[in-house]
C-alpha cells in the first residue's frame, strides 16, 4: 500500500521480483494471502511444501506461471550462475505479510538452546546460523 496507494482497497497486491544470478528468496510464507508468480525473464526453480510436508516444485521457463497457496511455506530459487530473472507476484490481499523463515528462526529472540533442539543439533551450529543472518554494518 506504501508503494502503490491506489491498489489501498482494492484487496490486490502487485510486486516486481529481481533475481540476480544465482539467488533464492528464502523459505518463506504470505499469512493473509496466496501468491500468483508470473516469470518474465530467466528461470527460476519455485515451490511450496504443503500440510502433509509434501514439496511441490517446478523449474519455470519465462511465460510460466506458478500458485503458492495461502500459508504456505515456499521458495524461488534462480539456479542460473549467469542470468537474472524477472517476474511479477499478484496476491489476493493489499497486506498479504511475510514471515521468512531464516529470518524469524535466526534473527528473533528465540533462545539458542530451544532451537538446537528443535533443529537436533547443538548451540554452536545455532550461533554460527545467526552470525550468517546478522546484516553486515
Known amino acids: 500500500m506504501d508503494k502503490f496507494p491506489a491498489l489501498n482497497g482494492q484487496s490486490v497486491l502487485l510486486a516486481v521480483l529481481q533475481?540476480?544470478?544465482?539467488?533464492?528468496?528464502?523459505?518463506h510464507t504470505h499469512p493473509r494471502s496466496a501468491e500468483l508468480l508470473f516469470l518474465v525473464?530467466?528461470?527460476?526453480?519455485?515451490?511450496?511444501?504443503?500440510?502433509?510436508?509434501?514439496?511441490?516444485?517446478?523449474?519455470?521457463?519465462a511465460g510460466d506461471m506458478f500458485v503458492?497457496?495461502?500459508?504456505?511455506?515456499?521458495?524461488q530459487y534462480n539456479a542460473d550462475a549467469q542470468k537474472p530473472a524477472i517476474a511479477f507476484s499478484a496476491y489476493g490481499s493489499a497486506?498479504?505479510?511475510?514471515v521468512s523463515l531464516p529470518v524469524t528462526l535466526f534473527t528473533t529472540s528465540i533462545d539458542?538452546?530451544?532451537?538446537?533442539?528443535a533443529f537436533k543439533t547443538n548451540v554452536a551450529t545455532i550461533q554460527a546460523l545467526?552470525?550468517?543472518l546478522t546484516p553486515k554494518p
Do not use: C, R, W
Not at 533475481?19 to 523459505?27: D, M
Not at 497486506?95 to 511475510?98: D, F, H, S
Not at 539458542?112 to 533442539?117: E, F, H, N, P, S
Open 95 to 98: 497486506n498479504a505479510g511475510t
Open 68 to 75: 503458492f497457496p495461502k500459508g504456505l511455506v515456499h521458495f
Open 130 to 132: 545467526k552470525a550468517g
Open 41 to 61: 525473464d530467466g528461470s527460476l526453480e519455485v515451490g511450496f511444501v504443503d500440510t502433509t510436508n509434501k514439496l511441490f516444485s517446478q523449474t519455470l521457463q
Open 112 to 117: 539458542d538452546m530451544i532451537l538446537a533442539k
Open 19 to 27: 533475481f540476480p544470478a544465482g539467488t533464492t528468496n528464502p523459505p
